[in-house]
Every structure is written in C-alpha cells, then in structure tokens.
C-alpha cells in the first residue's frame, strides 16, 4: 500500500474557472499537508499539463466555458489508453454526477464543498490511484523477467525467437540475409566444479557484457542457456559477412578474466546459421547455428564453423574452417 509521504507527495492539478473555487480547493489540499498541488483555470490547459507532467490526481470543474469538464476527461481518455484516468468531478448539479462517473471520472465532489468528504474522497482516490501504479509497475518488471535472463539481463530464449522472427520479416522485405551465432563457452563446467557457481556467474556476466560491447546497436545478444549465448545479426549479404564478428567475438571472449583476485581465461566456439541458405523458420535456424557450433566444437574449439561448411567436401571444409576459426 502507498505510505503516507507517497499521498502527501502526489502530483495534483486543481481545474476550476472561478478563481474562489481554486483558491479554496488549494487552502483545504494545503492545510491537509499534500505539498505538490497546482492548478489551471484553462480547461485546454489540462492535456497538455497532464502529458507533461502525469499528474496523480486531477480536480476537475465540469461546468466551464469553452471546453467544459466532460470534453476534458475525453482528451484525457486519449493519453490514458487502457490506463487509470485520475480524475475527481467537482459539480453543483447532482444529474452530473452520473454522467461524470460515465464520461471516466473515478469520483466526484458536491459543491459547494464539504471539508471532510473532500478530504476522504481525495486520500482515498489517490491510494487507488498510486496503487494502481504500483501494480502497473509491478507488472512491468514481471514481464521484463519473464523476457530477459535474470543473471545477465539479456534477451532470454523467449524474447530472442520474437527477435530473431522479426529480423527475418525484415530480411525478406529488404532482399537480404540474416545470421545467428550460437556461441559456446569451451570448458565452462570445469570452472563451476573448480571454483564454484558464484564464481561462474561472475564470468557469465563479464561474458555478457563483452558480447554485446564488440556487437553492432542493432544486433541482439541473448543468453538461451547456461554457457551458451546467441546473437542475431541482420543485413547481411553473404555468410562472409559474419567472418569478421565471429573473429572479434572470439578475441572478446579470450581476455583474460579477473574475478576473486584470480586471472583466467576462456576460449568459445561458434555455429553460425544463414537465413535463408541455411533455414527460413526460426527454429530451423537456430537449429542449423547449433549443430554448425557441434561442428566447431568437435574440430578443435575456439573457432567458428558455419552450416554451410558442413556441407562441402572435407578438403574444402578444412579450408572454410581455418579461415573462420
């Protein structure tokens, strides 16, 4: 639940056309302790301050000249899309109240004012409201975690298919090709039973951190298992694009570590998947990188391979090899 200094603290907008009105809404929101509270006498103002300044609470007048309540709360609708419309109906006129509540407001207040339902209706709106946003948030991160590897923070299996789906879609219409790297950190198990699994984390996310430092912007690093990291690569023209990156990432990965006061090093294969030459489904794709990186793996470690060199004859296959790894 919101604490006290979180109701005091709400963003307030009092909207009113007659200035005694907004002085004595301002004097009650005051004198009740809520310490950021504003106000406009300009119904065409409310939108625009709101998109600006998200306001937890507005106070809104219904009957006003020009533009009167229920047209505000529409442009309201539109910034709050599926959200939580923050606002309090103030009115005279007791047919409103329903018309308020039907045009979106959350609650209203009779006029003229009445000091202790202002104050309850107010608190309690705002405790609905910053709750509400701490579910909205909630939800957030839940999401978020649900989408990227708790460890590293990167894109986890999920979240990379929807990725690399989306790099395909763009492939097809720009005419080009696209590459997944599946990468694999060679000996990583005996360093988590040499040195423990706090150990081994740490080098994860030092791995993470190069990965994506010598990748291009655009390209996506995901982290699919507990050594193994794929990262997605679009506009390409031919596989020999990827020859470069595969060597950096390679490079990257072979620094010496420093964790715990202890130096190491590590070294990773590489599988490396072509759409569409090697696969046009995603998981044919990833796939295809991954038996490439099977390959990698079983001629020596520390290279690259790519799917298509597991197609040529063996003495061509030797030579693609080298000039990868």
Do not use: W
Request: proline share 5%.
């Amino acid at each position: 639940m919101p604490s006290r200094d979180e109701i005091l603290n709400a963003k307030i907008l009092v909207v009113d056309d007659s200035a005694d009105n907004v002085d004595l809404m301002l004097e009650i929101l005051r004198e009740a302790g809520y310490t950021n509270v504003s106000s406009t006498m300009l119904p065409e103002q409310v939108c625009p301050l709101h998109r600006q300044h998200n306001y937890d609470l507005i106070l809104l007048d219904l009957q006003m000249p020009g533009l009167n309540g229920f047209q505000v709360m529409k442009g309201l609708k539109e910034i709050e899309q599926g959200g939580y419309l923050p606002v309090l109906a103030l009115t005279a006129q007791p047919s409103f109240k329903i018309a308020a509540l039907e045009a979106g407001a959350r609650d209203f207040i009779s006029k003229p004012f009445d000091l202790l339902e202002v104050h309850k209706r107010i608190h309690n709106m705002l405790e609905v409201r910053l709750l509400y946003r701490e579910l909205a948030q909630y939800s957030r991160q839940q999401q978020e975690l649900a989408l990227h590897d708790p460890l590293t923070g990167l894109p986890n299996r999920r979240l990379l298919e929807d990725r690399i789906s989306t790099v395909l879609q763009h492939a097809v219409r720009q005419q080009n090709k696209a590459a997944v790297m599946y990468l694999d950190l060679d000996g990583f198990k005996a360093i988590n039973d040499t040195h423990g699994h706090a150990y081994g984390d740490e080098i994860l996310k030092q791995v993470a951190q190069r990965l994506v430092g010598c990748s291009r912007k655009e390209d996506t690093v995901a982290r699919v298992g507990g050594d193994e990291f794929v990262i997605v690569m679009g506009n390409i023209a031919t596989v020999a694009d990827t020859q470069e990156p595969c060597n950096k990432l390679i490079d990257a990965v072979s620094q010496p570590y420093q964790v715990n006061g202890q130096t190491l090093r590590l070294s990773t294969s590489i599988g490396v998947g072509i759409f569409p030459d090697d696969a046009q489904e995603v998981p044919e794709l990833i796939a295809a990188a991954d038996g490439a990186l099977y390959e990698a793996k079983r001629a020596g470690k520390n290279r690259c391979c790519t799917a298509q060199t597991m197609r040529v004859p063996p003495a061509q296959h030797h030579t693609m090899s080298a000039t990868l790894a």
